[in-house]
Nanobody, 123 residues
């Protein structure tokens, strides 16, 4: 198993930038593909993006393409979500998630979840 803890959420003005981090502990971090999801009030949780176990492949949902970047540091066992050109519609609780490296890094079911971190973008 792996335990995930997100950090970095904050209140930021529209157009600003923010970097979220997700620290993993437990089983070897490089065993997992990692994903970022978000859930806005009254909406379903949605896939934001993912990164393969090696960092060699990344995937992004259309609403964040060109604005968000996912990276990982397997030595530090941490995955990052760099967000720029933030919009009020990016306001949500952001979650990181993990699943086996055998199952790809795109959308779909993930097995392990963090507790989430709040991002609020003011207009």
């Amino acid at each position: 198993q792996v335990q995930l803890v997100e950090s970095g959420g904050a209140l930021v003005e529209a157009g600003g930038s923010l970097r979220l981090a997700c620290a993993a502990s437990g089983r070897t971090f490089s065993s997992y593909n990692m994903g970022w999801f978000r859930q806005a009030p009254g909406k379903e949780r949605e896939f934001v993006g993912g990164i393969s176990w090696s960092g060699g492949s990344t995937y992004y949902a259309d609403p964040v393409k060109g604005r968000f970047t996912i990276s990982r540091d397997n030595v530090k066992a941490t995955v990052y979500l760099q967000m720029s050109s933030l919009k009020p519609e990016d306001t949500a609780v952001y979650y990181c998630a993990a699943r086996s490296r055998l199952r790809g890094a795109g959308p779909g079911q993930y097995d392990y979840w963090g507790q989430g971190t709040q991002v609020t973008v003011s207009s």
